[in-house]
């Protein structure tokens, strides 16, 4: 597979009037095509910041990209103006966001929203764009097309909402989707209808996704790889195998233990105790480490490097480092 999207040494902060916030802190991170890439963490560790920055949605001021690339067809996205990001962003890469119930206009139709963009991106007419619009809501399983494509948001559950905001993503036939928390206000049975849609869509169209979520459930059944994020930055990355049978980082661990399992009767849920660290000066070492039960001294001292566990199985933590044995002068 060829890579599609590569992200290098991504830094994205924020000010505010308490100071510099380091939402974003070197993220390297690479999609491959016909991939879905997850990225999995707890609310406030920069998942959606870094893929709003991808897409350059990000408000400037008061954020801003303060370093690091965005590559995508040989061209670095957060070089590009905003007229020059228009043209990709709906047509090349497409963005399904966290909330079905507010992403959606409601003065304004279905078909309205989903032909906007083929109308902006293809120059196509009313008529063939309302056409494919009837095609793309067929496809997302929404019944009775021709006639639900000129009703209003109101006049849909949550999750045909769901649907919509998926059709009006895919509609220009993307080469990456990124899906925000897609199945987040959703109930388990349409969450189950959803990610079997991202199945089919990627079956038939061959778009690369990346599925940022907090769910190790939904994960489980459709990442082919994983990126673990934890305060601005990514702390261990793996197949899907790799993250869930043989986790490395403390804190991937932390995160499948706290999650309850139906095989297990006598199961005991192990919480993460403690706060992510402040991002307005963010630690020296290991951002996990106040919270870490195997924290050494060099932990909390100096930030570890990338270590190679097997061919796509990276993490960055001590306790997978020969160095840390020269350096570790004793347990903290």
Same mark, same amino acid.
Request: a negative charge; one cysteine or more; aromatic letters at 6%.
């Given at each position: ?29 690479? !999609? ?28 400037? %001021? ?45 003065? !304004? ?60 993503? @895919? ?16 109930? &388990? ?11 089919? &869509? ?47 980082? %403390? ?30 000066? %963010? %630690? ?42 020269? @350096? ?5």
């Amino acid at each position: 597979m060829g890579k599609i999207l590569e992200v290098q040494n991504l830094h994205v902060s924020f000010k505010t009037f308490g100071g510099n916030v380091q939402a974003v802190r070197g993220v390297s991170v690479d !999609l491959y095509k016909g991939e879905t890439l997850a990225i999995v963490g707890e609310s406030g560790c920069g998942k959606s910041v870094t893929f709003q920055s991808v897409m350059r949605l990000i408000p400037e %001021p008061p954020g801003s990209i303060d370093s690091g690339s965005i590559f995508y067809k040989n061209k670095d996205l957060s070089k590009l103006s905003d007229k020059q990001m228009r043209k990709i962003r709906g047509k090349d890469i497409s963005m399904i966001f966290q909330d079905p119930m507010t992403a959606l206009n409601p003065t !304004l139709t279905v078909g309205d929203q989903i032909t906007e963009g083929l109308i902006e991106h293809n120059s196509m007419s009313k008529r063939a764009a309302c056409k494919l619009a009837v095609n793309m809501l067929e496809l997302v399983g929404i019944p009775d097309p021709d006639t639900r494509l000129n009703q209003y948001p109101h006049q849909f559950s949550g999750g045909m909402r769901q649907r919509i905001v998926i059709a009006m993503a @895919l509609v220009c036939q993307p080469e990456i989707l990124i899906a925000d928390e897609p199945t987040t206000a959703l109930d &388990v049975t349409i969450q189950a209808q959803i990610l079997e849609l991202f199945k089919e &869509v990627q079956e038939k169209t061959g778009v690369s996704i990346i599925l940022i979520t907090h769910d190790l459930g939904v994960v489980a059944q459709a990442a082919d790889r994983i990126a673990v994020m934890y305060a601005g930055k990514i702390v261990e990355t793996g197949g899907r195998r790799d993250i869930f049978y043989s986790p490395q980082h %403390p804190y991937t661990k932390g995160l499948l233990h706290s999650v309850p399992r139906l095989d297990l009767d006598d199961q005991e849920l192990v919480p993460i105790h403690g706060t992510p660290p402040d991002l307005f000066s %963010p %630690p020296l070492g290991c951002p996990f480490a106040a919270r870490c039960n195997e924290a050494m001294e060099v932990c909390t001292k100096i930030y570890p490097y990338r270590t190679q566990l097997s061919d796509g199985h990276h993490v960055e933590c001590w306790l997978q480092d020969e160095r840390a044995k020269q @350096l570790q002068s004793g347990r903290v």
